[in-house]
């Protein structure tokens, strides 16, 4: 067994490795990571009961020739997403760990709950921004793209218990440095305080590292989506179900609320008629939305249908400000300082 702490998700019928030090591996059950070591007996031990008591511990193997020591890895819930294991000589130290950081995304709901640890990981700044109550498009990268980052947008559009994802991501942190990331989750049914049932889908992060020099990403989709860009547009992809706000391939809009990314209920019928539209091709319409302070202002909304996955669509929709002639059309009035 190496020496690295081995990073293990608890949330399946048996733990998986996620991660051996900062190297990311795609969810390895640990009876077949570990299947010709002669520690495994102790180390699922060590896990189990890890798990049972809520706790890290230090064991000794029966032959006493290694010490095991664990870590978990637990939301702000007190639900344990996954176990830190380590397995040395009794003389020698573990290591520095690579902190992981839990999260969750509420499937049903549609909102997303991180931790410190997990906003650090993903190359956000903690201090700024809040843990609770967050869009999934504050959580998934911003303008950055990512070969799987489909199958995690799939996932919040198509929520299914029992489907995993195990991945890493080069993203851009909140410094303008390019970092890299590991990530896992698995959607599960969890049963609510009022006895409803949710979907929700459990994760971990953690800051990973590429065998290879970290380099910016040359995606052709990457390149074609920043050829594309407009000033003053700014290009989203969303649920087309729900409407929910999924991620920004440009920077976030400032002139409207996206976080609440609610409509004026008088502009349902407009809604209703681009609902109706880009089931066959592309719609637009000048919607009011929610800005600070209970206002309300216009802005002009394109939406088109594109395919994630098999089966799976979402919207590609872009914003910008309506011109004066758009909002006449729209009977809307023009503002007076334009």
């Known amino acids: ?20 030090g900062a190297q990311t591996n795609n969810m ?9 070591n002669p520690h495994l007996m102790a180390v699922q031990s060590a896990i189990s009961e890890t798990l049972r008591s809520g706790f890290g511990l230090s064991s000794i193997t029966p032959k006493n020739d290694r010490v095991i020591r664990t ?6 819930d007190g639900r344990i997403h996954g176990v830190h294991v380590w397995v040395g ?20 709901a ?8 997990s906003l650090a990981n993903s190359g956000r ?5 809040q843990t609770h109550g967050r869009t999934f498009a504050e959580d998934l990268p911003t303008r950055d793209l990512n070969a799987s980052e489909t199958k995690v947008l799939s996932m919040a559009i198509k929520p299914e218990a029992g489907r995993t994802f195990c991945s890493t991501w080069d993203v851009t942190d909140h410094r303008g440095e390019m970092i890299t990331v ?14 409803s049932e949710r979907m929700i889908c459990r994760a971990m992060n953690w800051r990973a590292e590429r065998e290879g020099p970290l380099v910016p990403p040359d995606y052709l989709a990457q390149r074609i989506l920043n050829g594309l860009a407009q000033s003053g547009v700014h290009r989203a992809l969303i649920d087309l179900e729900t409407w929910r706000l999924l991620k920004w391939l440009d920077e976030p809009a400032d002139f409207y609320d996206w976080r609440v990314n609610e ?21 637009t319409a000048v919607l009011r939305m929610r800005v600070a302070g209970n206002d309300w202002a216009p802005v002009h909304l394109t939406v088109n249908r594109v395919e994630l996955e098999p089966e799976t669509y979402a919207g590609l929709a872009s914003v910008r400000l309506p011109t004066d002639e758009e909002l006449r059309a729209a009977n809307m009035t023009p503002p007076v300082d334009r």
């Open 1 to 20: 067994m190496s020496h690295d702490w081995l990073l293990v998700e608890t949330l399946g019928a048996e733990p998986v490795v996620v991660a051996r």
């Open 28 to 36: 390895v059950p640990i009876s077949a990571f570990l299947r010709r």
């Open 71 to 76: 870590e978990v890895v637990q939301m702000t």
């Open 89 to 108: 000589t009794p003389d020698s130290e573990p290591p520095e760990r690579p902190l992981p950081g839990p999260l969750v995304w509420d499937l049903t």
């Open 110 to 117: 549609g909102v997303a709950t991180d931790t410190p640890q």
């Open 125 to 129: 700044d903690p201090d700024r921004e």
């Open 182 to 195: 590991g990530f896992t989750a698995r959607a599960l049914v969890e049963e609510q305080d009022d006895g």
């Open 263 to 283: 409509i004026h209920p008088d502009d349902g019928i407009h809604l209703a008629r681009m609902i109706v539209e880009f089931a066959e091709g592309g719609s």
